[in-house]
């Protein structure tokens, strides 16, 4: 029976390993694939995170030569503070984080943590300084625990339990009949958008890294559970220093720092009120936004009074 048991024990393990290595493609892939050609430099030392600032200094960038993505952008956010990147569609939000992960390399300019180009370090020690929640979560075909579990796994049960309080699903996961215990995905409990997010967001509590980039979603959230969400990423990012591509003007509002991207440069930065003081490009946003969300609000009025 022995001789049975340890191929089959071993296949588990394998099957344990793909079904990773398939979550940390399925993630890579979220943020368009990466330049394989990326290495680490001979003797590069680990990042060293004492503080967490994060400065872009005039990057420029270009997927393809004939056409720039970023075009000289610089901007700096301070240990724990958060910095919201907003802008038309395809202005280069999502490449400043594809950047920051060192899954591309600018043309020119650099990338700091603390003081170290992000292209000196070893790239394990950087992408394990920094957290992400993207927009779309992508979990195991395995129990809730597992999938909060793998930010940290040697977490214990009270600390995957205190992650999820935070993220504000520990209520919602009590009230499944295997609790933690339960399987998500393919062959278990079908996840909300909003739910899936939550659980991403309790493994990157968990993980707790110095540096957070958070994607939001563009998709309509209802209002109760946009709340839930934003208070769950409100108690991540407290304390690190955090990235928002932001969709949501209940983000943007609470930014230290916004900056309003338009094809690949700069064009606005400020405090949500400085910005709307200018009455330039991130006011009329605003107002086209707040527009769209009382149009939305008596809508939802509108159907729920039928
Ligand atoms: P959105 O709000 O729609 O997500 P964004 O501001 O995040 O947009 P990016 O994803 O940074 O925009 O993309 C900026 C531009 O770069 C887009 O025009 C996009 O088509 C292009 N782009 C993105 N990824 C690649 C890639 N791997 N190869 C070539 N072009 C790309």
New binding site residues.
């Given amino acids: 029976l022995i001789q049975l048991y340890i191929p089959l024990n071993f296949m588990g393990t394998v099957y344990r390993e793909i079904k990773q290595a398939t979550l940390d493609i399925a993630q890579m892939f979220s943020l368009?694939?990466r330049d394989p050609e990326i290495q680490d430099k001979p003797g590069a030392l680990p990042l060293a995170v004492p503080a967490g600032e994060v400065a872009f200094e005039d990057v420029h960038f270009a997927?393809?030569p004939e056409?720039p993505?970023l075009r000289g952008v610089s901007f700096k956010v301070l240990p724990g503070q958060t910095i919201a990147i907003v802008?038309?569609?395809?202005?280069?939000?999502?490449?400043?984080s594809r950047l920051l992960f060192r899954f591309y390399e600018p043309q020119a300019g650099r990338i700091l943590i603390d003081g170290q180009p992000i292209a000196d370090v070893q790239q394990v020690s950087l992408r394990a300084a920094i957290g992400m929640v993207p927009q779309d979560t992508v979990l195991f075909n395995d129990t809730i625990e597992y999938n909060i579990l793998y930010g940290r796994p040697e977490a214990s049960m009270e600390e995957v339990a205190e992650a999820a309080r935070l993220a504000q699903i520990d209520r919602f996961i009590r009230t499944l009949p295997e609790g933690y215990a339960t399987s998500v995905g393919e062959r278990g409990l079908k996840l909300s958008g909003g739910e899936k997010q939550r659980v991403a967001i309790a493994r990157t509590i968990l993980k707790g890294p110095p540096v957070l980039v958070l994607d939001e979603a563009t998709s309509a959230l209802d209002s109760f559970t946009e709340k839930e969400i934003q208070d769950a990423l409100d108690r991540v990012s407290e304390g690190r220093t955090t990235l928002v591509?932001a969709h949501r003007l209940s983000t943007v509002v609470n930014a230290d720092e916004i900056i309003v991207?338009d094809r690949g440069q700069i064009v606005e930065r400020g405090h949500h009120r400085d910005l709307l003081a200018a009455d330039g490009v991130y006011a009329a946003m605003w107002n086209r936004q707040r527009e769209v969300d009382e149009a939305k609000a008596t809508l939802q009025r509108a159907t729920e009074a039928e």
Avoid: D, E, F, N
């Fill in positions: 368009i694939g997927y393809v056409r993505i802008g038309p569609s395809g202005a280069g939000k999502s490449t400043i591509i991207l």
